[in-house]
């Protein structure tokens, strides 16, 4: 009954490189789905979509979503070590986000 | 801006045992979550308050969990009696209003059950 499924699970990129996670979900009331950025313990939010086809940009990052296809992107281009983390993609409903499983991102010097 | 507070970080007690933990959320915000992360899988949501009233508790194993937040501010979640599979760390988050609105996390409280 998994509503929102992440992939890849994991990759392993050297600096310099670009990444893109994927993100695609099932559910009935969508509001908005939000991605955030989880290194040792707390997620530290990185964007909110809630228009499909715009794309939201910070620094390096940006994501788009497409809801017709249930889906979102995250780009990270230009990685860098500080940018290994795990990245959680997260779905809200009426008072409710439910999470992927995140996609373990590990970049190499 | 003093962020999402939690204690304790670690707790280690063996199955059968209770435990309880903290939060203090970001001052003004109304909706506190609490979560739980088990290694491997995204933060799956126990409890949602608004204020001091229960928004959502679907998955919230009642027979052994509970949670309150009596004065619409602070919260306490508690296991009684722990079992192995309870080993996760467990989020606290708010937020100020319950509608699309960013989530702020704190640090966790690392959950191992012997």
């Known amino acids: 009954e998994d509503k929102v499924v992440q992939s890849p699970l994991s990759l392993v990129v050297h600096e310099g490189d670009t990444v893109t996670l994927n993100c695609s979900y099932e559910v009935t009331n969508f509001r908005s789905l939000l991605w955030y950025k989880q290194e040792k313990k707390a997620p530290t939010f990185l964007f909110m979509l809630t228009s499909s086809g715009i794309e939201k940009k910070s620094g390096r990052l940006s994501s788009i979503l497409d809801k017709k296809e249930l889906s979102s992107i995250l780009n990270i281009t230009a990685t860098q070590t500080g940018d290994s983390a795990i990245y959680l993609c997260?779905?809200?409903?009426?008072?409710?986000?439910?999470f992927g499983a995140g996609t373990t991102v590990t970049v190499r010097a | 801006e003093a962020g999402v507070a939690q204690s304790p970080r670690y707790k280690i007690i063996e199955k059968r045992q209770s435990v309880a933990f903290w939060c203090n959320p970001i001052?003004?915000?109304?909706?506190l979550y609490w979560y739980q992360q088990i290694l491997g899988q995204g933060p799956k949501l126990l409890i949602q308050?608004?204020?001091?009233?229960?928004?959502?508790d679907s998955q919230l194993p009642k027979d052994r969990f509970s949670a309150e937040r009596l004065k619409g501010v602070d919260s306490t979640l508690k296991i009684q009696p722990a079992k192995l599979e309870d080993s996760a760390v467990y989020l606290c988050?708010?937020?100020?209003?319950?509608?699309?609105?960013?989530?702020?996390f704190g640090p966790g409280t690392r959950l191992t059950v012997l």
């Open positions: 997260a779905v809200e409903e009426v008072y409710k986000l439910s």
């Open positions: 988050a708010s937020s100020l209003v319950l509608y699309t609105d960013t989530q702020y």
């Open positions: 001052s003004g915000h109304a909706t």
């Open positions: 308050f608004q204020n001091n009233g229960v928004v959502d």
